[in-house]
């Protein structure tokens, strides 16, 4: 099932994790058991994400100037395949941050 939130229940959660500027959101993952997981700009170098769900994003890759054979390579030097990837992010500085899928139990 897809699990939704409208803007005003998405301001809300926000503040109630206290935050009042979405400007401030680096990004925000709806979690399984429905709790909303932040990361402020603030709290980490900025990181473009690459990889969804196992699903490559072409935009900001070939953007960033990386490609499918570096992409493969990150993937594999991280014991990593792609339909096993919830989320892969870069930082400008090329730092990776891989985030498992769950299995389904």
């Not at 991280?78 to 500085?93: C, N, R």
């Given at each position: 099932s897809?699990?939704?939130?409208?803007?005003n229940?998405l301001?809300?959660?926000?503040?109630?994790?206290?935050?009042?500027?979405?400007?401030?959101?680096s990004?925000?993952?709806?979690?399984?058991?429905?709790?909303l997981?932040?990361?402020?700009?603030?709290?980490?170098?900025?990181a473009?994400?690459?990889?969804?769900?196992g699903?490559?994003?072409?935009?900001?890759?070939?953007?960033?100037?990386?490609?499918?054979?570096w992409?493969?390579?990150?993937?594999?030097?991280?014991?990593?395949?792609?339909k096993?990837?919830?989320?892969?992010?870069?930082?400008?500085?090329?730092?990776?941050?891989?985030?498992?899928?769950?299995?389904?139990?």
């Amino acid at each position: 099932s897809e699990n939704r939130l409208s803007v005003n229940e998405l301001l809300a959660e926000l503040r109630s994790q206290g935050v009042t500027d979405i400007s401030e959101v680096s990004y925000a993952i709806l979690e399984q058991n429905g709790t909303l997981s932040i990361v402020k700009k603030s709290d980490s170098a900025p990181a473009h994400t690459l990889v969804i769900d196992g699903e490559v994003l072409r935009a900001p890759l070939t953007r960033l100037g990386y490609n499918d054979a570096w992409l493969n390579k990150q993937l594999k030097g991280a014991s990593l395949e792609l339909k096993e990837v919830f989320l892969m992010t870069v930082t400008d500085e090329g730092k990776l941050n891989f985030i498992k899928k769950e299995r389904d139990v």
